[in-house]
């Protein structure tokens, strides 16, 4: 059965830096690209960016250019989602998703979920 | 940017209604225009890509029509288990916009 199982919710200070994981399992992790989706508290849904394991060929959303880093480590068919210097705005539940098909146009299989909350 | 627009934000219905959420763009679209259901504390759940093909598992209540800027997602007939937030989403050369959300609630 293919699954993201998403690393445990985070409570970081302003300022500070997190880096959560994603970890795949059920499929290959080098085929499909990986997303990351923000969410903040009662708000809709934001893709932030997204990676293709095989090469880690990375494109980000506009807003989110320069306040993120997706990554991989292939050797633990894990991606990752760095967020820099954060701000109580970072308070938000943060979803990774793929689509277990190329090219990524929808996402069929979700993550269950980071919650990150951040303090000032 | 391609700006999404779902109507109505809420929607308050009865079981065994039928029940149609609008998503429209600011501009011409692909067809690779989908629709998720979210219920509270869950990852969403993806109904429908490609404006209208049903992913594998979810009920045939569910249907998705629609080209240029106007997209619709009808449930035929709502059941219990329906009550929940739907999203469009729409996808071109690697920009992703999702709509506001449509929040559907028991009457």
């Known amino acids: 059965e293919e699954q993201l199982v998403q690393s445990g919710a985070e409570v970081k200070k302003s300022g500070e830096s997190l880096k959560i994981s994603c970890r795949v399992s059920?499929?290959?992790?080098?085929?499909?690209?990986i997303a990351w989706v923000r969410q903040m508290p009662g708000k809709g849904l934001e893709c932030m960016g997204i990676i293709y394991p095989y090469d880690s060929d990375t494109r980000y959303s506009p807003p989110f250019q320069g306040q993120v880093t997706i990554s991989v480590d292939k050797s633990i068919s894990t991606a990752y989602l760095q967020l820099h210097s954060l701000k109580a705005s970072d308070t938000a539940m943060y979803y990774c998703a793929t689509r277990l098909a190329n090219p990524a146009h929808s996402f069929d299989l979700w993550g269950q979920g980071t919650m990150v909350t951040v303090s000032a | 940017d391609i700006q999404m627009t779902q109507s109505p934000s809420t929607l308050s219905a009865s079981v065994g209604d039928r029940v149609t959420i609008t998503c429209r763009a600011s501009?011409?679209?692909?067809?690779?225009l989908a629709w998720y259901q979210q219920k509270p504390g869950k990852p969403p759940n993806l109904l429908i890509y490609?404006?209208?093909i049903l992913e594998t598992g979810v009920p045939s209540r569910f249907s998705g029509t629609g080209s240029g800027t106007e997209f619709t997602l009808t449930i035929s007939s709502l059941q219990p288990d329906d009550f929940a937030t739907y999203y469009c989403q729409h996808y071109v050369d690697f920009r992703w916009a999702f709509g506001q959300g449509t929040k559907v609630d028991i009457k």
């Open positions: 501009q011409t679209l692909s067809s690779y």
């Open positions: 490609q404006t209208s």
């Open positions: 059920g499929y290959s992790f080098t085929t499909f690209w």
